[in-house]
């Protein structure tokens, strides 16, 4: 048998090419390798909440690379005492128990296991065009078929019903579910809001029915004008799930749970060897006391309903809808959006997309009204250019 040795290896071809290789980034801005710039609107879906290289997120990341960048959850660590304060500075006093994971989808996993050993019961209700993540667990409470098809079958046990459909729920529930898991906001699905009353209604037959919460907000979370979506809504999930921009760039997701869901997962039933590390709690920590102050998401609230505004003045016939809270927005075509996001991108604008027709623009919270401003430019002449 010959060996051939190789110089490098050839990714699995998972991911659609964008065409660039990015070298660095700072604030709202990306460089590729050729030294050309571009206005971030995607922020690594959503991951680089403070944008590149923010001066406070790297300096404690720095700072702890200096002391210890691994420790079991074993042990304890000041950098996860310390993200443990911040987190619990933003969050409702009924949640008050964590366990760390190292993405959305691992947090996701956690809060399905933690929702049947809690709660004795084996259904969880989903919702149609909802994305969770795409391990297993996730995939299954996940409806689109792109991403669950290859993989069948999924794990058993998971209803997906119509999303902002109250009546759908009630007929969903019964005494064998154990939780229903939903996205404030739907991202994926192309940022959709549910009417309001919505949540206040899933809380509502969650507690008639004794079936769990579980919110989703890995998308949503410090987004919407507000640390965490389900707050306009003035509910409390029993279980929340975090992640993206949680550590501004680095891999971190959580698990939230009130006491009564904690007091009944057994002792190492769930665990993760690099989850909890003290470098992304350190950046963690460093993040969310930035994103305590109330003005950032006032700040991000008003940007974004002026960008909304903005767009819907467009009036292109090509665009049937804008809609979005904070600076998680989504700009639904009567046509595939990808050769309009490709003519951003040629523009110097990255952008994401959301489904067939949509483009989903989720930028830092620093981004300024001239970056709106040539955002709305930019927006514009790709969606003519594309006719």
Known sequence: MSHVLRETLELIPLHADRGISLERGEAVHLWDSNGRRYLDLMSNYGVNILGHRHPIVDAAILAQLARLTNAHQSFDTPARRDF???LAALLPPSLNRISFANSGAEAIEAALKYARVASGRTAIVSMHRAYHGRTFGALAATAD????DPYLPMPEGVRHIAYDDLEALE?????TVAAVIVEPIQGEAGIRLPRPGYLEGVRRLCD???ALLILDEIQTGFRTGAPFAFSEAGIVPDILCLSKGIANGLPMGVTVTTEAVSAKIPKGSHGSTFAGNPL????????LRLLSDPSIHAR?????DSLQT???GLALPEVREVRGRG???GLELKRPATPVIRAMQEAGVLALPAGATIIRILPSLLLEEEHANLAVEVIARAITATR
Do not use: P, S
């Open 310 to 312: 903005r767009l819907r």
């Open 280 to 287: 992304v709690c350190a950046a963690g920590a460093a993040t």
């Open 208 to 210: 008639a029915h004794q």
């Open 84 to 86: 443990l304060k911040a």
């Open 327 to 329: 600076l998680m927005i």
């Open 145 to 148: 078929a792109r991403y669950r």
């Open 300 to 304: 991000a609230r008003a940007l974004g």
């Open 171 to 175: 007929a969903a529930l019964d005494a």
